[in-house]
């Protein structure tokens, strides 16, 4: 089992940057590819950005593509996204995710542990 804590969200104007981190704790980080969903009032959770076990291999969401990054140190059991030219339809509740299964997933099923989430509301 894994315990996964997200920081680093807040207020940003539009064209801004954050960067979201996500702590991992229990067992061996690098067992896992980890994910970032969003959720958005209203919404359903949705895909952001996917990180394979050693970090070689990364899928974005369309919506996001060039404007975000996920990296992963296996040293330190941490998953970030950097999040860059933020628009006010990236405002949502952001979650990090871990999957234990071969391989990597879009879809929120394929991921057995979650984080609480952080905020993040870009103002325009």
């Known amino acids: 089992q894994v315990q996964l804590v997200e920081s680093g969200g807040g207020l940003v104007q539009a064209g801004g940057s954050l960067r979201l981190s996500c702590a991992a704790s229990?067992?061996?980080?690098?067992?896992?590819?980890m994910g970032w969903f969003r959720q958005a009032p209203g919404k359903e959770r949705e895909f952001v950005a996917t990180i394979s076990r050693g970090g070689g291999v990364t899928y974005y969401a369309d919506s996001v593509k060039g404007r975000f990054t996920i990296s992963r140190d296996n040293a330190k059991n941490t998953v970030d996204l950097q999040m860059n030219s933020l628009k006010p339809e990236d405002t949502a509740d952001y979650y990090c995710?871990?999957?234990?299964?071969?391989?990597?997933?879009?879809?929120?099923?394929?991921?057995?542990?979650w984080g609480q989430g952080t905020s993040v509301t870009v103002s325009s």
């Open positions: 995710a871990a999957r234990s299964y071969v391989g990597q997933s879009n879809s929120a099923k394929g991921y057995d542990y």
């Open positions: 229990g067992r061996t980080f690098s067992s896992y590819a």
